[in-house]
Structure formats: C-alpha cells, structure tokens
C-alpha cells in the first residue's frame, strides 16, 4: 500500500535526469528447493528501480523484464550490464543495444545492491511462494530505497537531516 506511493515519488523526481544510468542483473534464489532468478535494474545513485522474478534466465525473461523497466522508469543514457548473452539479445530486439555497457567490475554498483536483500533473506528464513517473493522484493527495494541514505557519504548534520525527511515522508504516507 505504502510502497507505491513512495516509489510513484522517487520515479517522478528521477524520471527527468539526463545523465541517468542503469546497471541490470540477475541472482537466484531458492524456492522451495527451485531456484528461480530475482533480476534486478539499479540507477548509478544505488536506488533500486525494479525487481522481477522468473523460473528461466533466457532472452524472453530478459525481454520482459526491460520491457516493464522501460515502460515504467523511461529510457536511460547507458544500460550497464553482466555478459549474459540474452541482455544482449533482448536490447537487440528492442533497439537499445547502442546502449549496453559490459565491462569488469563495471556492474559493481547492481551486485552490491544484492546483499541488503541476501540479509534480510536469511532472516525470513527463505521463501516458499513466487507472488511472496515478488511483493517482497519490490516493497524491500522502496522502503531501502526510502531509508537508505548512504551515511559514509555525507557529514553527521546533512544524514540526520535526510533521515528526519525521510522518517516525516514515511509517517504522512502511513497517517
């Protein structure tokens, strides 16, 4: 309920920036002894824009996951990406393969935004359903994205500043 707002608020002060970048990747995960892919499309600020859940890791997942990232968030300057072929394959359908990036260690930035959400993973002890674990990665990725302030970045004042923003935007969505 609450996610929604807070992510139709990032996405439309974001939507306008021309430098914008996206790295895309894609993890598994473990359902009920089936792993299935979470992919997930990350903005050069760290903020996850979407998250997508798929039993196969093939250019038509690929496909519908840029497909649905695209329609939503609009279309980037650069797509940073891993050397999965069926990246390569998808844009190529969709004319952005002028766009993709891949090189080592380029999609640091996606790979790291995989851990907060491998954390809290574990502590819910795995998941059991697909449609659980798609609601869960999607609220997970707004309600981190909301909070998430990157305190080694900025001074003490300025963190505790964006945190009290943060905290008053959370409690006029929940009133």
Known sequence: MFAGDIRRHRVSRIRGLPHWRWHLDE?????????VYLWRAVDHEGEILESYITRTRDKGAALRFMKKTLKRHGSPEAIT???????????????NEAKQEVGRWANNRVENSHLSFRRRERAMLRFRRMKTLQKFASVHANVYNHFNHERHLVDRQTYK???????????SVMA
């Open 81 to 95: 990406t891993d050397g999965l072929r069926s990246y390569r394959a998808a844009m190529k359908d969709l004319g």
């Open 27 to 35: 993890m598994y995960v473990k359902l009920n002894g089936e792993m």
């Open 161 to 171: 500043e964006r945190r009290s923003a943060a905290l008053a935007g959370w409690r």
